[in-house]
């Protein structure tokens, strides 16, 4: 297979017509039918600009784009990840709290600490389903977003996963400060996500984009922000960041949607203030329904009091 993180782009060869994405990624390039879905899942593919499923269909002669993962058979290797806290651990699934700065799993261009990586390394055993470089992992995190991830440790429990946060059974709670203050302050954001059209390290809200579902509720309204409680519906890349920022309320410290540098200098706050506060699902032993929480990090937690003394 090709070398790791390398980013491929070439015509589809006419006899791939009509194949699906998944059957004709595993022709081009060597990769097990799993492997090349999975890169349709974690939207590295994309056909004529834009992100394409792994049930999609192909057409002679239209420009492909893939980023290819790292050879085979080479997971994450073991470093160890301060501040990664095991929240839940069993023989299906280990829950963690992720600190700023990890990543869920290695990808082309990103040679930082790893969420499968410091798992390693602390001696838990995960599921061997998934491409190599991202075995166990059935939902992710930006680098950036702090909060809860389950990782799959049985391939029963892998199954069943990824199955539940295909089909939406998955409770995903996040809270984020953004800029502003959401008019209504109940709602649902259903708007459309892609690549940005001019911009292809952005997303944005794009017609004819991967449906996209974003609920939320304002908690707290202060003087230039507010604390919002968000339920995802859908589970797109920067998909929060995106819809508030397409709502001209950008995530504090979110300088990639467009958010004041001013206002998170005075805060402190030197990312995105977004975490993931709550995370439910059945249990894939015995479908009992469990649901973890988290605290806010400190620097999120800092920037919060700021904004409350000053109410």
Excluded: N
Aim: neutral net charge.
């Amino acid at each position: 297979m090709s070398s790791p993180g390398l980013h491929r782009a070439l015509p589809v060869p006419d006899g791939l017509e009509g194949q699906r994405v998944d059957q004709g990624l595993a022709r081009l390039f060597g990769l097990s039918r799993a492997a090349a879905a999975d890169l349709a899942d974690t939207e590295r593919v994309r056909v004529d600009g834009r992100v394409r499923g792994k049930g999609d269909r192909l057409t002679g002669g239209s420009w492909l784009e893939v980023e290819l993962p790292p050879p085979p058979g080479e997971p994450a290797a073991p470093r160890p990840v301060p501040g990664l806290t095991v929240v839940h651990d069993d023989d299906d699934v280990v829950v963690v709290d992720k600190p700023v700065g990890v990543a869920a799993h290695p990808s082309p261009g990103w040679d930082g600490p790893t969420v499968v990586g410091g798992l390693a390394a602390a001696g838990y055993r995960i599921s061997t389903s998934g491409a190599a470089e991202r075995q166990g992992v059935v939902h992710r995190l930006d680098a950036a977003t702090t909060g809860l991830m389950v990782v799959a440790k049985s391939e029963r429990a892998y199954t069943l996963l990824k199955a539940a946060f295909k089909e939406r059974t998955v409770d995903k709670g996040y809270h984020a400060l953004v800029q502003g203050h959401p008019d209504p302050s109940r709602g649902t954001i259903d708007a459309p996500i892609d690549r940005h059209p001019k911009a292809d390290w952005r997303f944005a809200v794009v017609s004819g984009g991967r449906p996209s579902i974003t609920h939320y509720e304002v908690m707290e309204a202060f003087a230039a922000a507010s604390l919002v409680d968000i339920h995802l519906e859908t589970g797109r890349t920067h998909q929060i960041r995106v819809h508030f920022s397409a709502l001209r309320h950008p995530c504090v410290g979110d300088a990639t949607y467009g958010a004041d540098p001013t206002l998170a200098a005075r805060l402190g706050v030197t990312r995105q203030w977004l975490h993931a506060v709550r995370l439910g699902f059945a249990h894939p032993s015995d479908g009992r329904w469990v649901e973890f929480t988290s605290g806010y990090p400190a620097d999120l937690a800092g920037a919060l009091a700021i904004l409350r003394a000053e109410s």
